[in-house]
């Protein structure tokens, strides 16, 4: 997000949710990932450093998640399943976000979905935009097949193209079924038809 020159004004853990109205720079985020890779803290921890920033601790009685009861455009769900439900995905288009994509495996409810795919907002199911994790892991089996080193600069490049792929794969089976923009159907039948195509080749059916 930085690098495409967002402002990132939110960041969560299983304890609770900062909000930095001011956004959070490489500098805090480099905070945040020492705060959380090397001394195991909690994002609490963010406002007692960074100045101007509000946290919001979780609580489990809530039907609904205030992290996603913010102001924002692009929402970026990237932990565990089923953390947006049918209210928060309405509390999402109430404070103008219009693209939603899933780091995570199946972040949004079934009801969550139908809202977004009803609104037709930008929408990116975890199956086609969650694919780049299992991409870079692809990439780390090449190199060590092999026995290549390739620069972060090469693998982002590699992964740069794959996704570009996985997205016009999604859009164009969408348009070829019968509907165009509905990248949720674009993944599932592109994903299907990509292991019945194989089992075919293989003479497995």
Known sequence: ????????????????????PAGIDRDKLAWIMDLKNVR?????????????AKYTPV?????????????????LPSATQNEINGKDAKNLLKNGVFCVSEGANMPTTPEGVEIFLEKKILYGPGKAANAGG?????????QNSMRLSWTREEVDQKLHGIMKAIHKNCLETSKRFGTPGNYVNGANIAGFLKVADTMLDQGVV
């Open 1 to 20: 997000m930085l690098d495409l020159g967002g402002k990132v004004v939110t960041m969560s853990d299983s304890s609770g949710i900062i909000y930095d």
């Open 40 to 52: 195991r803290g909690r994002i609490k921890e963010y406002t007692e450093k960074f100045s101007g």
């Open 59 to 75: 609580d489990p009685k809530l039907d609904y998640n205030p992290l996603w009861d913010i102001e924002a455009q692009v929402a």
């Open 134 to 142: 299992v991409a870079t892991s692809g990439l780390e089996m090449s």
